[in-house]
């Protein structure tokens, strides 16, 4: 081990480190860097001595993911003595190895360290499943089975929160104050409100089970999806709850493949837009809004001029950029409250509510404009894209989706016939 990488010490002292069953590592707390370990600590890893000192916290540490979430056990272990964190260490090969970690803070030579004594316990692990009684067995299967159990106690406020639970969370297993509002602090503000609300209701005998999917904080302050449920398991005589017992499960990749399903249902997968299905489903809400409202609602259908022309001399890869192209340059220049969609092939479909014929109309010449006056440099040959506009606004050019678009496409049918690259309004 090169000697700038060790602290002085007797030969005897570091003989008798050398010697010890348990893994010690010397780790520099603005870093996380190992400094110095021990034989049972490289060797438990599969590594030399010297390799072990390429590592960090954050690379033999499993459960500890992140510069934010080190700096913050970093700063429960210097008001901790000890700081005990259970997790679990990479192994060379790729396994992993549980374990139960010690680490103390010290200061040597005007420099602070943090001393960790790491245990291996996968034997210590394995020898209570095999000694646990019925009762001990059903509660770890249940515990391996989710991400994590709570047990609360309604008279004390008190509630134990599984290793499993706070390990989600990212925190150790003396972490996590055991009462209702380490839970209730770390909801997402949008969904506390309900959840709240559905587990009183169980409480109050309402419902049957508390269950719900919400966002709870963990510590790095992100968010993960779970589905919690749970239920009372004890009343008094006269029918109180005094006890429930629940599970946390983490479903953050399922609700994030759900978003991502729910937005190739609804989204044009070349321009980012939302797609002619959806487009239905939107003008048919926002005409039914404005009808309520007795506002105006103005659609504009717009295409490619001789898109057909771009695609023979250049490519349908080309042809590709300049849809997605357009397609950004006129989400650039609409309102936040106006839907952009992709409605087939080289025609696209603005919907823009509260707006009248003379500023619909303005706005489809601002996007002609915009369109014509794009730059093509990264296409060779390409010089220049023109779009034709057709509008109609409701309800003055139709009642109902149908005579909407009907009077769009004539009004785009015309800006096509007396020479592209314009505005065309539908007729009274």
């Known amino acids: 081990m090169p000697s700038s990488c060790k602290l002085e ?30 034989r049972a600590a490289h060797a438990g890893l599969g590594y030399a001595a010297a390799e072990i000192l390429d590592h960090s916290v954050l690379s033999l540490q499993k459960d500890v993911v992140g510069a934010e979430q080190w700096q913050a056990i970093a700063a429960e272990i210097r008001k901790s003595d000890p700081y005990v964190f259970v997790g679990r260490h990479r192994h060379r090969d790729g396994h992993e190895v549980a374990v139960e970690v010690y680490t103390r803070h010290f200061e040597h030579g005007g420099r602070a360290y943090f001393l960790s004594v790491a245990r291996d316990i996968t034997a210590r692990l394995a020898l209570e499943r095999d000694m646990a009684d019925r009762e001990a067995q059903l509660r770890f299967a249940l515990n391996e089975a989710t991400d994590g159990l709570w047990d609360w106690s309604l008279p004390t406020d008190e509630v134990f929160f599984s290793p499993q639970l706070k390990r989600m969370l990212g925190y150790g297993p003396q972490e996590m104050v055991p009462v209702l509002d380490t839970w209730r602090a770390n909801i997402h503000p949008d969904d506390a409100g309900w959840v709240i609300k559905v587990l009183q209701d169980h409480l109050a005998g309402q419902r049957e089970r508390y269950e719900a999917e919400y966002r709870l904080r963990n510590r790095n302050g992100h968010y993960l999806w779970v589905h919690d449920r749970g239920k009372v398991c004890e009343r008094d005589a006269q029918g109180r709850p005094l006890r429930v017992v629940g599970m946390v499960q983490n479903i953050t990749d399922r609700k994030n ?29 926002q005409l039914e809004l404005c009808r309520r409202m007795d506002v105006s609602l103005g659609i504009c259908l717009f295409d490619i001029d001789h898109f057909k022309a771009v695609n023979d001399l250049h490519g349908h890869l080309v042809g590709d950029r300049v849809l997605a192209r357009i397609a950004e340059l006129i989400a650039a220049h609409v309102r936040g409250a106006d839907y952009l969609f992709r409605w087939g092939g080289e025609e696209f ?68 016939s007396a020479g592209r690259n314009r505005v065309e309004m539908a007729g009274d």
């Open 9 to 38: 010490a007797p030969a005897l002292l570091e003989t008798l480190f050398e010697q010890l069953p348990d893994s010690v590592y010397l780790i520099d707390p603005a870093s996380s860097r190992i400094l110095y370990c021990n």
């Open 257 to 285: 493949l759900e978003r991502r399903l729910q937005r190739l249902a609804s989204h044009d997968s070349l321009t980012g837009l939302l797609n002619r299905r959806e487009s239905e489903i939107v003008l048919d809400t």
């Open 349 to 416: 479909m603005l919907v823009c509510t509260d707006s009248t014929p003379e500023a619909l109309a303005g706005l489809a010449e601002k996007l002609r404009a915009t369109v014509e006056n794009a730059r093509w440099e990264d296409v060779a040959g390409l010089h220049q894209v023109t779009a034709s506009f057709g509008l109609a606004v409701f309800p003055r050019h139709g009642r109902d989706s149908r005579e909407l678009f009907i009077a769009a496409d004539s009004a785009l049918y015309r800006a096509k």
